[in-house]
């Protein structure tokens, strides 16, 4: 898979390149990226790359043409490869960035990713060139630097091989519809300054893998139904899942009652 970005800012993907998982994979070569700077297509002395808007009102536009070259540019690099290019526009208006979204993602060949800055883009190029708009949250960021190194650090522990434990991405959040379930490490009793001690929970430790898969996917579910509601409503529950999440709601009832009692 291929990865060509469009930004002003090349330097800031170093965050992706020379760190962590996505460097990992990178080196290996199972994903490639390359960061195109519309500057460099840009006539003048003063690399110019945005004006005003045409009807009045605050901030800069970006220009299409520098744009425009450096989608194409990005096409060319990518068509040497058999690769079909996929153009985003990174941007508040899109499609919410969600898991179902990042897997469409990684299935593609190559994706051309625009990382804008200042109050957007002329409309024209984006009515012409770009093939869908994504937004990582509804709030507004300085640009579209970071929102394309999520959707890139996403769409790559997807890949196969990236993850050094085939089961890993299987049991991320999100993949299954759930929250994920909590996790611990050592010591068993955990002992630190204004916390009361704490201790891994029975069950991990019992070797018992079926009633460990049983109460894993109990939490996830608990831990749903707390923090993302809307996950669990938009989720058809199996008859296991509905009745280890009713379950764990009697249990949290009856722990709160004895709390109360003491």
Excluded at 60 to 66: D, G, I, K, N, S
Excluded at 179 to 194: C, F, K, Q, V
Excluded at 216 to 226: G, I, V
Aim: charged share 25%; aromatic share 4%.
């Amino acid at each position: 898979m291929r990865f060509d970005v469009i930004s002003l800012f090349p330097d800031m993907f170093d965050a992706i390149s020379q760190y962590g998982i996505t460097s990992r994979a990178l080196e290996r070569k199972i994903y490639a990226l390359n960061v195109i700077n519309p500057r460099d297509f840009t006539k003048d002395n003063h690399k110019t790359v945005d004006d005003r808007p045409y009807g009045g009102g605050p901030g800069m536009v970006m220009l299409a043409e520098p744009l425009a070259q450096s989608i194409d540019l990005a096409k060319k690099n990518q068509a040497p490869l058999g690769v079909k290019s996929h153009v985003i526009h990174l941007s508040p208006r899109g499609v919410p960035l969600n898991h179902r979204k990042v897997m469409q993602l990684s299935q593609k060949q190559g994706l051309i990713l625009i990382a804008s800055r200042y109050e957007g883009v002329d409309e024209r190029l984006l009515s012409a060139l770009v093939d869908e708009e994504i937004s990582i949250g509804d709030y507004v960021l300085s640009g579209g630097e970071l929102p394309a190194m999520a959707l890139i650090d996403a769409v790559v522990r997807q890949l196969p091989g990236v993850l050094g434990d085939a089961d890993s991405a299987i049991e991320d959040s999100f993949v299954n519809g759930l929250l994920d379930y909590p996790h611990y490490t050592r010591p068993e009793d955990l002992h630190l300054e204004n916390m009361e001690n704490k201790k891994v929970p029975e069950v991990l430790l019992s070797g018992n893998h079926a009633k460990i898969r049983e109460w894993r996917l109990k939490q996830s579910l608990l831990l749903t139904r707390a923090k993302r509601p809307d996950l669990l409503a938009a989720r058809s529950l199996t008859k296991e899942e509905a009745r280890l999440l009713q379950e764990g709601i009697r249990e949290q009832e009856q722990a709160s009652l004895q709390l109360k009692g003491t």
